[in-house]
Structures are given as C-alpha cells and as structure tokens.
C-alpha cells in the first residue's frame, strides 16, 4: 500500500509539472504555424534541400508572412515579405541581432569571426572591423585607389585575350580579391602567384561543391553526414587550408608587427591584441583574427565577383542597355581617366543598371541566417531565446507591387519618369538592421568602378545567341551562382 501511495503522489507530481509546463507555453503565446513536423527529418518531405527558397515560398502561400520549419531537428521561423523582414531587422533589430547558424556554416566558420559570432564578441569585432575598414586611409592609398589600379590591371588583362571568347570568371576573381587582400593582407598579388591561385581556385571550388546534394544534405543530418564520404567534406577541407594559409600570414606578420604604422586590418588587429594583453576576457585573439581574416576574405571576394559575372553575363543578353551605359560613360567620363565614385551621381542609368543586376540575381534569396537574442512576442507568436530566423531576401527584391515584372532585368525599376536615379527601401541585397554586411560600402564601391572600367573599355560579344543565354541561377545552399558562359570583350 506504502508503495502504491508513493507512485500515485509521484504520478500526481508529474501531471502537475506537465500542467504548469503546459500553462507557463501557453502563457508566453504559441509558435507560428508551420507544416508538419516529423521526428529526425523534421519538415524535409515539405522542403527541396537542393531549393530551400522555391520550396519556402510555396509553403508561404499556406501559412502566411511568419511560419515553422524544420531543418531536421532544427526549428527555423521563417519572415516572408517585406513588411514582416523590416519590423523585426529594422524596428525590432536588437531582439533580431543574432546570428544564426545552418549547421554547414557553423562547421565551416566555428562562430568566432565577424560573421558568425554572436553577444559581445560580435559586437566587438563588428565595432573593430568597421572601424578600420572606414578609416583604411592608413594604407600607402586609399580604398578607392586601389579599386581604380586593380581595375586597370583587370582591363590591362582582358585586352590580351585579343577577343577571344571565355569565361571571365577567373579574371573577376582575382581582381575582386586583390581589393580584400590589399586591405586585410596588406598587398595585391600578381595574377600568376602561385599562393593567390591556388587560394582562390580553393574559393571557387567551394562555390561548386555548395551545390551538390551531399551539401544540401549536410544542413539536415549534419551529425550523419560528418561520417559520410562526399563532396561536403571536400567543401570543409578547402576552408581549413584557406584558414592554414590565414595563421601562415598571421604569423609573419606578427614577427614584422610595428604597432606604430600598421600595414593593414592584420596588423591593426594584432595591435589591438597588444593593447589588450592584460584583459583575460578579451575577444581578439589569434583565434578571432584568423577566422575574421577568413569571413572578409569568403565576403569579401565570392559576393562581389559573382555579381559582376553574373552582371556581364545579363548585360551580353540586353546590348541596348549596354549602349545606353556606355553613351553615359562617354559623357561624363570619357574614355581616357579611370571611373571614379564621385561619376556615380552624375550617371543615374549606370547606377540603376547595377542596382538592377543585384536586385534581379537575388544572390543571397534566403539571407544570411539570423536568431533572436531573448524570448519575445512577434505579431502574436512566442518565439524562443536562440530561434533561428530565416529573413527571406526574395519577396523583397522580388515584391511586384515595388518592381513590376520582377522577373524580368529592367533598370527602369531604379529610374524616376524623368531619368533621375530612384531609390528603394526593398533594395537590400546587403540585408538591413544591426547584422547589414559590414562590406557593403565597399562593394558599392567594386561594382561601379570595375564594371564601368570595363564597359568604357569593352563591347561585350557573346559567344552564343543571346535568345539563348540563359538567366537562370545553378542555386546553391545559400546563394544564387550564375551558370557559366563565355564572352568576348571587344575593344571600343
């Protein structure tokens, strides 16, 4: 009887604790709703890992703006459309301030760079590395300068390919990451450096890996997919080289550090490192700079170049819209000085040209993974401390009411009746909110200046008819990759 009495007030106990459990959730509100939910796969049989966002609009059209999935066992809210992204990066944008990390990327990156950390040592290394990437007067030039000399040698190489038809992608990308590698390394490298090739060739390796299945895969069953063979391992042995090569540079600069002149973001940050010697809680580290050093390098040359391959590739399609550019380039800048940033204002239709090319590609469609930093109520659903958040970029770069016929390239999108440049508050290739990418000035700054060199110097021929060049991206796990084609450059 003594034990009977003591299992039923242990049962009592129990269905109480489940009650108040019960209670204090549906105090603090429900979820948002979501489709079925299946123990280890979570909502796969709903979501194409091979195109998460084709998959997430779809499932947008049942649930609404705010909704459930899950990445295997990982719950992930998904914002769909402009209104909702903008409440919570922009005016909730503390509570909206984590960084949420897919399982590949956190392998990849390890959460101790800019990109990928979170609380204070984000906003340390944020506060740091936008600091010095705004001040970088510090070099022997200045950021624009050494856009406008890299972009010389890029039109300096494309002339010796005497018209020949190929791919540029190569010469994009080195041109791109000889920028980064100036800022963050402290030079450019010379096309042929056998370093710098097999660095970048490592990048753009990476690039294609994302797209195989096994990768796509990895963001479901990552604890499998650690023991499985495949590409996705390839995908994670390239980045712990990049990182090798990193601490190599690291190192040496550490044995040349002269803290009263720093050559470039790493030796500021090992002069930081110095200053806080004595502060055992500090956030610089050798450990924080060299997967720093790797987020602005990944950042820093894979975006901006595949935008402008991807930018070339559109542009073969539309030569109409070519000619306007260049009747605007001969106007305002002619064809003997390099491009500069102050031309921008004075050429509306090229600034709309490429503000259209990163609306139309839509490179990052579901943004780089955000989290919410406390519980909190978000249009009447609770959601938990460390949530993953998924702040959709395609409805926003893609809403038809703000860009009619967004699926069709129109720089007139980004142009007022008159000719004038038209601004757009649902422009945010960058994202919004306290996680915008720190490199965006920058890329601003890449995109003008290296296609306009280009189309000053260059007609673009391409190598097939243009009715047949397709527009449609290879989709990757994050972001939208143009498919490859050949162009010839032909001098003007």
Not at 68 to 87: F, I, M, R, S
Not at 114 to 120: F, H, L, P, Y
Not at 167 to 191: E, K, M, T
Not at 256 to 273: E, N, Q, V
Request: net charge neutral; charged share 25%.
């Amino acid at each position: 009887m003594e034990l009977l009495g003591a299992t039923t007030i242990f049962l009592l106990v129990c269905i109480s604790c489940l009650l108040i459990a019960t209670w204090s959730r549906s105090q603090k509100g429900k979820m948002p709703p979501g489709p079925i939910t299946f123990p280890i796969i979570g909502s796969m049989l709903q979501l194409n890992p091979r195109n998460l966002p084709e998959s997430l609009k779809e499932l947008s059209k049942k649930y609404g703006p705010v909704f459930t999935v899950h990445l295997g066992p990982q719950k992930v809210v998904v914002l769909y459309g402009y209104d909702v992204v903008k409440e919570a990066l922009i005016d909730q944008g503390e509570n909206f301030s984590g960084r949420g990390t897919l399982p590949l990327i956190k392998k990849l990156f390890q959460g101790t760079g800019i990109v990928t950390s979170n609380g204070e040592t984000w906003r340390q290394l944020r506060r740091f590395t936008l600091t010095t990437l705004r001040d970088f007067g510090m070099g022997k030039k200045g950021i624009e300068e050494r856009i406008q000399e890299e972009a010389r040698f890029l039109v300096e190489r494309i002339r010796n390919t005497k018209e020949r038809p190929f791919n540029p992608g190569n010469f994009l990308v080195h041109a791109v990451s000889n920028i980064i590698c100036s800022v963050i390394f402290g030079d450019r490298f010379d096309y042929e450096d056998k370093k710098f090739l097999t660095l970048v060739d490592l990048l753009e390796e990476n690039n294609d890996l994302q797209n195989s299945t096994h990768t796509q895969l990895y963001n479901f069953f990552p604890s499998v997919m650690d023991h499985i063979p495949g590409p996705h391992q390839k995908l994670i042995e390239n980045t712990e080289t990049v990182n090798r090569f990193a601490l190599e540079i690291i190192a040496e600069h550490q044995k040349t550090l002269d803290p009263t002149c720093p050559r470039d973001f790493i030796d500021a940050f090992l002069t930081k490192m110095e200053q806080e010697k004595g502060n055992a809680h500090s956030e610089f580290t050798v450990e924080s700079l060299s997967q720093t050093t790797l987020d602005l390098f990944f950042a820093g040359t894979g975006t901006t170049s595949i935008t402008l391959r991807y930018g070339i590739m559109i542009l073969q399609k539309y030569p109409e819209i070519v000619e306007k550019v260049q009747k605007e380039i001969d106007s305002v800048i002619g064809r003997e000085r390099s491009p500069c940033m102050a031309d921008r204002s004075r050429m509306p239709y090229t600034d709309a040209v490429i503000h259209e090319i990163q609306r139309f590609i839509d490179f990052l469609p579901i943004n780089v993974p955000r989290a919410v930093t406390k519980d909190i109520k978000f249009r009447d659903y609770f959601i938990p401390k460390d949530t993953m958040i998924f702040p959709m970029l395609h409805p926003i770069l893609h809403d038809n009411k703000e860009f009619p016929n967004p699926e069709k390239f129109d720089p007139g999108h980004f142009l007022n009746a008159d000719g004038t440049f038209k601004r757009s508050d649902y422009f945010m290739p960058f994202s919004a909110g306290k996680r915008v990418c720190a490199g965006e000035g920058l890329a601003r700054m890449e995109l003008f200046v290296f296609l306009t060199a280009i189309l000053q110097n260059f007609t673009l021929k391409s190598a097939v008819d243009r009715k047949d060049i397709d527009l449609s991206p290879i989709i990757t796990t994050l972001a939208n990759i143009p498919r490859p084609y050949e162009v010839s450059f032909l001098p003007r």
